[in-house]
């Protein structure tokens, strides 16, 4: 089956693009969409795993209204108030949406994510040695 996820937006799908692997399809509403933009939506995705990501702004409830009738079965993937829609949100905070669903086998981690976890990673090893050090002298 193959896995579709529903923005508003290019912007939107360019930011999901940047993070997801090309065989997740994104499709764009391009704003509130008409009754012809829901029907080629619905036989664009209708046979597919759908998720939802839109904006956390009127409009973008608004739209994930008319889709959930459309998709009853979708996934929602949600951004949090306060940020600039889907394409303002940071990708660390749009890979932990994404890791919530079934798509964390799809995520492609920003280099600068992996490199911050390395290196957590590396001072959580440090602060475990630091502590058996202590212990043991």
């Known amino acids: 089956m193959s896995i579709t996820v529903i923005v ?8 999901l693009r940047r993070v997801l692997d090309d065989e997740v399809r994104i499709l764009c509403t391009f704003g509130t969409p008409n009754s012809a933009r829901l029907e080629s939506l619905y036989k ?24 959930s ?18 394409e303002g949100t940071p990708d660390e905070y749009v890979v932990q949406q994404l890791e919530k669903t079934d798509l964390d086998a799809f995520i ?18 440090r602060a475990a040695l630091d502590g058996r050090t202590k212990r043991s002298q």
Request: proline share 3%; glycine share 6%.
């Open 8 to 15: 508003e937006g290019k912007n939107d799908r360019s930011k």
């Open 108 to 125: 492609l981690y920003p280099e600068e994510m992996l490199r911050a976890q390395s290196e957590s990673e590396k001072e959580s090893r």
């Open 69 to 86: 009738d459309l998709f009853p079965d979708a996934d929602h993937i949600y951004t949090r108030r306060g940020y600039a829609g889907v």
């Open 44 to 67: 664009e995705a209708k046979d597919d795993e759908v998720y939802l990501f839109l904006d956390n702004d009127s409009s973008g409830r608004k739209i994930r209204a008319l889709l």
